[in-house]
Protein backbone atom coordinates (compact mmCIF):
# COMPACT_ATOMS: atom_id res chain seq x y z
CA UNK A 1 0.00 0.00 0.00
CA UNK A 2 1.16 3.59 -0.59
CA UNK A 3 2.66 5.24 2.75
CA UNK A 4 0.94 8.04 4.13
CA UNK A 5 1.81 11.05 3.89
CA UNK A 6 3.89 10.94 7.19
CA UNK A 7 5.04 7.65 7.65
CA UNK A 8 6.52 6.85 3.96
CA UNK A 9 9.38 9.54 4.05
CA UNK A 10 11.74 8.26 6.64
CA UNK A 11 10.62 4.50 7.05
CA UNK A 12 11.02 4.34 3.30
CA UNK A 13 13.96 5.48 2.72
CA UNK A 14 16.14 3.44 4.97
CA UNK A 15 15.94 6.38 7.72
CA UNK A 16 15.48 5.88 11.70
CA UNK A 17 11.47 5.39 12.95
CA UNK A 18 9.77 7.85 15.04
CA UNK A 19 7.20 6.57 17.39
CA UNK A 20 5.24 9.36 19.66
CA UNK A 21 4.24 7.55 22.91
CA UNK A 22 1.41 8.85 24.76
CA UNK A 23 1.91 7.08 28.29
CA UNK A 24 -0.78 7.08 30.91
CA UNK A 25 1.04 8.61 33.93
CA UNK A 26 3.58 6.91 36.62
CA UNK A 27 0.49 5.84 39.19
CA UNK A 28 1.91 2.84 40.06
CA UNK A 29 4.78 -0.14 39.64
CA UNK A 30 3.14 -1.52 37.00
CA UNK A 31 3.40 1.85 34.91
CA UNK A 32 6.82 2.41 36.33
CA UNK A 33 7.58 -1.20 35.08
CA UNK A 34 6.16 -0.55 31.18
CA UNK A 35 7.70 2.41 30.86
CA UNK A 36 11.31 1.10 30.89
CA UNK A 37 10.11 -1.69 29.35
CA UNK A 38 9.53 0.58 26.24
CA UNK A 39 12.14 3.08 26.75
CA UNK A 40 14.69 -0.08 26.41
CA UNK A 41 13.08 -1.70 23.72
CA UNK A 42 12.73 1.72 21.45
CA UNK A 43 16.69 1.90 22.16
CA UNK A 44 17.26 -1.57 21.32
CA UNK A 45 15.14 -1.23 18.06
CA UNK A 46 17.14 1.94 17.06
CA UNK A 47 13.52 3.58 17.35
CA UNK A 48 13.73 7.64 18.05
CA UNK A 49 11.25 7.89 21.08
CA UNK A 50 9.11 10.80 22.21
CA UNK A 51 7.66 10.16 25.37
CA UNK A 52 4.81 11.72 27.16
CA UNK A 53 3.68 11.50 30.34
CA UNK A 54 -0.51 12.39 30.83
CA UNK A 55 -0.76 12.11 34.28
CA UNK A 56 -3.74 10.01 33.88
CA UNK A 57 -5.32 12.61 32.46
CA UNK A 58 -7.14 12.14 28.90
CA UNK A 59 -6.90 16.04 27.83
CA UNK A 60 -3.23 15.81 28.33
CA UNK A 61 -2.86 12.53 26.40
CA UNK A 62 -5.02 13.99 23.39
CA UNK A 63 -2.48 17.21 23.57
CA UNK A 64 0.33 15.04 23.58
CA UNK A 65 -1.38 13.02 20.71
CA UNK A 66 -1.56 16.08 18.47
CA UNK A 67 2.05 17.36 19.08
CA UNK A 68 3.04 14.00 17.98
CA UNK A 69 0.83 14.67 14.65
CA UNK A 70 2.25 17.98 14.11
CA UNK A 71 5.24 16.40 14.50
CA UNK A 72 4.71 14.33 11.34
CA UNK A 73 5.87 10.83 13.66
CA UNK A 74 6.07 7.45 11.94
CA UNK A 75 3.67 5.88 14.45
CA UNK A 76 2.03 7.02 17.37
CA UNK A 77 1.29 4.27 20.64
CA UNK A 78 -0.38 5.00 23.48
CA UNK A 79 -2.16 3.45 26.51
CA UNK A 80 -5.88 5.35 26.64
CA UNK A 81 -6.35 6.20 30.23
CA UNK A 82 -9.57 5.81 29.53
CA UNK A 83 -11.90 3.80 26.94
CA UNK A 84 -13.99 6.48 25.37
CA UNK A 85 -13.92 9.70 24.04
CA UNK A 86 -10.95 9.03 21.18
CA UNK A 87 -12.60 9.33 17.77
CA UNK A 88 -11.70 12.45 16.87
CA UNK A 89 -8.46 13.11 17.59
CA UNK A 90 -7.66 9.11 16.37
CA UNK A 91 -9.38 10.37 13.38
CA UNK A 92 -6.61 13.29 12.88
CA UNK A 93 -4.22 10.69 12.79
CA UNK A 94 -5.85 8.85 10.63
CA UNK A 95 -6.14 11.65 8.06
CA UNK A 96 -2.68 12.59 8.64
CA UNK A 97 -1.72 9.15 7.46
CA UNK A 98 0.00 7.86 10.99
CA UNK A 99 -0.53 4.55 11.87
CA UNK A 100 -1.68 4.26 15.72
CA UNK A 101 -1.02 1.18 17.47
CA UNK A 102 -3.13 0.72 21.14
CA UNK A 103 -0.86 -0.67 24.00
CA UNK A 104 -1.79 -1.87 27.43
CA UNK A 105 -5.23 -0.05 27.20
CA UNK A 106 -8.22 -0.84 24.71
CA UNK A 107 -10.26 2.20 23.20
CA UNK A 108 -14.39 2.00 23.15
CA UNK A 109 -14.54 2.52 19.43
CA UNK A 110 -17.06 1.07 16.86
CA UNK A 111 -14.60 2.20 13.96
CA UNK A 112 -11.66 -0.05 14.17
CA UNK A 113 -9.75 1.35 11.22
CA UNK A 114 -8.90 3.96 13.28
CA UNK A 115 -5.71 2.18 14.59
CA UNK A 116 -3.83 -0.49 13.71
CA UNK A 117 -3.32 -3.08 16.19
CA UNK A 118 -3.98 -3.99 20.16
CA UNK A 119 -1.49 -5.05 22.36
CA UNK A 120 -2.31 -5.53 25.79
CA UNK A 121 -3.66 -8.10 28.07
CA UNK A 122 -7.10 -9.53 28.40
CA UNK A 123 -8.55 -7.67 31.83
CA UNK A 124 -11.56 -9.67 31.80
CA UNK A 125 -10.40 -12.83 32.16
CA UNK A 126 -7.61 -11.30 35.07
CA UNK A 127 -11.00 -10.72 36.86
CA UNK A 128 -12.30 -14.07 36.05
CA UNK A 129 -9.46 -15.01 37.26
CA UNK A 130 -9.37 -13.47 40.51
CA UNK A 131 -13.27 -14.39 40.93
CA UNK A 132 -12.41 -18.34 40.44
CA UNK A 133 -9.61 -18.09 43.04
CA UNK A 134 -12.60 -16.84 45.24
CA UNK A 135 -14.77 -19.98 44.79
CA UNK A 136 -12.24 -22.15 45.27
CA UNK A 137 -10.33 -20.96 48.38
CA UNK A 138 -14.26 -20.84 49.61
CA UNK A 139 -15.23 -24.20 48.65
CA UNK A 140 -16.39 -25.66 51.40
CA UNK A 141 -17.54 -22.39 53.47
CA UNK A 142 -20.57 -20.75 54.60
CA UNK A 143 -21.30 -17.40 53.54
CA UNK A 144 -21.86 -14.69 53.77
CA UNK A 145 -18.68 -13.33 52.12
CA UNK A 146 -18.44 -9.73 52.13
CA UNK A 147 -16.30 -8.66 49.32
CA UNK A 148 -15.00 -5.10 49.01
CA UNK A 149 -13.23 -3.65 46.02
CA UNK A 150 -11.00 -0.95 45.31
CA UNK A 151 -11.56 -0.46 41.65
CA UNK A 152 -8.74 1.50 39.18
CA UNK A 153 -9.08 4.25 37.19
CA UNK A 154 -12.70 5.35 36.37
CA UNK A 155 -13.69 4.85 33.13
CA UNK A 156 -10.42 2.72 32.38
CA UNK A 157 -10.33 -0.83 30.39
CA UNK A 158 -8.78 -2.51 33.36
CA UNK A 159 -11.25 -1.49 35.93
CA UNK A 160 -14.53 -1.58 34.07
CA UNK A 161 -12.79 -5.71 33.00
CA UNK A 162 -11.68 -6.38 36.05
CA UNK A 163 -14.64 -5.33 37.60
CA UNK A 164 -17.00 -7.04 35.19
CA UNK A 165 -14.84 -10.59 34.74
CA UNK A 166 -14.96 -10.84 38.57
CA UNK A 167 -18.58 -9.93 38.69
CA UNK A 168 -19.64 -12.88 36.13
CA UNK A 169 -17.59 -15.77 38.35
CA UNK A 170 -18.96 -14.67 41.60
CA UNK A 171 -22.48 -13.74 40.81
CA UNK A 172 -24.15 -17.25 40.87
CA UNK A 173 -23.07 -18.10 44.30
CA UNK A 174 -25.37 -16.19 46.92
CA UNK A 175 -22.46 -16.35 49.27
CA UNK A 176 -20.55 -13.38 47.89
CA UNK A 177 -21.44 -10.22 48.21
CA UNK A 178 -19.35 -7.07 47.07
CA UNK A 179 -20.42 -4.96 49.59
CA UNK A 180 -18.51 -2.15 48.68
CA UNK A 181 -16.95 -0.75 45.81
CA UNK A 182 -14.90 2.60 44.70
CA UNK A 183 -12.32 3.90 42.69
CA UNK A 184 -8.17 3.78 44.10
CA UNK A 185 -6.91 5.50 41.16
CA UNK A 186 -4.73 2.90 40.88
CA UNK A 187 -2.25 4.54 43.89
CA UNK A 188 -1.31 3.23 47.13
CA UNK A 189 -2.36 6.96 48.62
CA UNK A 190 -5.69 6.17 47.47
CA UNK A 191 -5.96 2.56 47.86
CA UNK A 192 -5.26 3.45 51.65
CA UNK A 193 -7.42 6.00 51.94
CA UNK A 194 -10.19 4.45 50.02
CA UNK A 195 -9.70 1.25 52.61
CA UNK A 196 -9.97 3.64 55.97
CA UNK A 197 -13.26 4.41 54.83
CA UNK A 198 -14.30 0.97 54.29
CA UNK A 199 -13.09 -0.30 57.45
CA UNK A 200 -15.31 2.71 59.46
CA UNK A 201 -18.51 1.71 57.13
CA UNK A 202 -18.29 -1.72 57.20
CA UNK A 203 -18.62 -3.43 60.09
CA UNK A 204 -18.19 -6.94 58.43
CA UNK A 205 -14.81 -7.34 55.40
CA UNK A 206 -13.73 -10.80 54.60
CA UNK A 207 -12.35 -10.10 51.74
CA UNK A 208 -10.48 -7.64 49.39
CA UNK A 209 -10.37 -7.45 46.32
CA UNK A 210 -8.27 -4.59 44.58
CA UNK A 211 -7.54 -3.89 40.80
CA UNK A 212 -4.09 -3.35 41.39
CA UNK A 213 -0.83 -4.11 43.69
CA UNK A 214 -0.24 -0.43 44.64
CA UNK A 215 -3.79 -0.09 46.04
CA UNK A 216 -3.70 -3.37 47.60
CA UNK A 217 -0.31 -2.21 49.21
CA UNK A 218 -1.72 0.65 50.57
CA UNK A 219 -5.18 -1.24 51.66
CA UNK A 220 -2.70 -3.67 53.56
CA UNK A 221 -0.96 -0.67 55.61
CA UNK A 222 -4.81 0.55 56.52
CA UNK A 223 -6.05 -2.71 57.83
CA UNK A 224 -2.89 -3.17 59.94
CA UNK A 225 -3.57 0.12 61.32
CA UNK A 226 -6.93 -1.02 61.95
CA UNK A 227 -5.72 -3.41 64.05
CA UNK A 228 -6.41 -6.48 62.11
CA UNK A 229 -4.50 -8.72 59.89
CA UNK A 230 -4.05 -8.63 55.92
CA UNK A 231 -4.31 -11.82 54.94
CA UNK A 232 -5.83 -13.71 57.47
CA UNK A 233 -8.47 -11.62 59.08
CA UNK A 234 -9.07 -9.90 55.54
CA UNK A 235 -8.30 -12.18 52.61
CA UNK A 236 -5.93 -9.57 49.82
CA UNK A 237 -6.63 -10.33 46.56
CA UNK A 238 -4.68 -8.18 43.89
CA UNK A 239 -3.80 -7.82 40.08
CA UNK A 240 -0.43 -7.13 38.66
CA UNK A 241 2.57 -9.14 40.35
CA UNK A 242 5.04 -6.39 41.20
CA UNK A 243 7.70 -7.24 43.34
CA UNK A 244 6.56 -5.47 46.23
CA UNK A 245 3.57 -7.63 45.90
CA UNK A 246 5.03 -10.76 45.92
CA UNK A 247 7.08 -9.46 49.07
CA UNK A 248 3.76 -8.91 50.97
CA UNK A 249 2.44 -12.92 49.83
CA UNK A 250 5.48 -14.01 51.11
CA UNK A 251 4.69 -12.33 54.68
CA UNK A 252 1.19 -13.92 54.21
CA UNK A 253 -0.26 -10.67 53.84
CA UNK A 254 -1.91 -10.78 49.69
CA UNK A 255 -3.58 -13.96 49.33
CA UNK A 256 -3.13 -14.09 45.75
CA UNK A 257 -2.06 -12.17 43.19
CA UNK A 258 -3.49 -12.69 39.20
CA UNK A 259 -0.45 -11.73 36.65
CA UNK A 260 -0.93 -8.56 34.16
CA UNK A 261 2.81 -8.53 32.22
CA UNK A 262 4.32 -4.85 31.75
CA UNK A 263 6.63 -5.63 29.96
CA UNK A 264 5.38 -5.07 26.59
CA UNK A 265 8.35 -2.89 24.74
CA UNK A 266 9.84 -5.35 22.58
CA UNK A 267 6.70 -6.84 21.09
CA UNK A 268 5.52 -3.16 20.64
CA UNK A 269 8.65 -2.05 18.46
CA UNK A 270 8.28 -4.87 16.38
CA UNK A 271 4.59 -4.10 15.71
CA UNK A 272 5.63 -0.80 15.11
CA UNK A 273 8.39 -1.33 12.67
CA UNK A 274 5.87 -3.73 10.79
CA UNK A 275 2.75 -1.18 10.83
CA UNK A 276 5.33 1.64 9.37
CA UNK A 277 6.54 -0.38 6.43
CA UNK A 278 2.80 -1.28 5.68
CA UNK A 279 2.31 -5.06 6.91
CA UNK A 280 -0.44 -6.56 8.05
CA UNK A 281 -0.25 -7.33 12.06
CA UNK A 282 -3.03 -9.30 14.32
CA UNK A 283 -5.75 -6.89 15.12
CA UNK A 284 -4.81 -7.74 18.54
CA UNK A 285 -1.95 -9.16 20.56
CA UNK A 286 -2.47 -11.16 23.43
CA UNK A 287 0.43 -11.12 26.49
CA UNK A 288 0.89 -14.30 28.11
CA UNK A 289 0.39 -14.62 32.19
CA UNK A 290 -0.60 -16.34 35.17
CA UNK A 291 -2.30 -16.71 38.77
CA UNK A 292 0.65 -16.90 41.76
CA UNK A 293 -1.17 -17.86 45.08
CA UNK A 294 0.58 -16.94 48.27
CA UNK A 295 2.12 -20.72 48.47
CA UNK A 296 3.68 -19.90 45.45
CA UNK A 297 5.19 -16.31 45.93
CA UNK A 298 8.42 -17.11 47.82
CA UNK A 299 9.76 -20.07 44.62
CA UNK A 300 8.76 -17.13 42.15
CA UNK A 301 10.19 -13.81 44.08
CA UNK A 302 13.34 -14.51 42.62
CA UNK A 303 12.76 -14.68 39.29
CA UNK A 304 10.23 -11.94 38.87
CA UNK A 305 11.16 -8.96 36.26
CA UNK A 306 9.33 -5.79 37.58
O1 LIG B 1 -2.88 -2.93 36.23
C1 LIG B 1 -2.22 -0.76 36.93
C2 LIG B 1 -1.84 0.43 36.15
O2 LIG B 1 -3.40 -0.59 32.48
C3 LIG B 1 -2.87 -2.82 33.03
O3 LIG B 1 -2.61 0.32 34.96
C4 LIG B 1 -2.66 -1.38 33.34
C5 LIG B 1 -2.98 -1.00 34.77
C6 LIG B 1 -2.25 -1.77 35.84
O4 LIG B 1 -1.91 1.59 36.81
O5 LIG B 1 -1.31 -1.01 37.95
Known amino acids: PAPGPASGAKAGSGGR ?3 GFAQVGAESGWRT ?5 VQEAAKKAGI ?20 FIQQKVDVIAFSPVVESGWDTVLKEAKDAGIPVILTDRAVDTKDTSLYKTFLGSDFVKEGRS ?9 ANQQGPVNIVELQGTTGSAPANDRKAGFADVIRGDGRFRIVASQSGEFTRAKGKEVMQAFLKSQKDIDVLYAHNDDMALGAIQAIEESGRKPGTDIKVISVDGIKDAFVAMTEGKINVVVECNPLLGDQLMDLAKKVVAGESVPARVETQEGVFPQDKAAAALPSRKY
Do not use: V
Not at 33 to 37: F, G, L, Y
Not at 48 to 67: G, H, P, V, Y
Open 33 to 37: ANTKS
Open 130 to 138: AGEWLTAAY
Open 48 to 67: ELKFSDAQQKQENQIKAIRT
Open 17 to 19: ITM
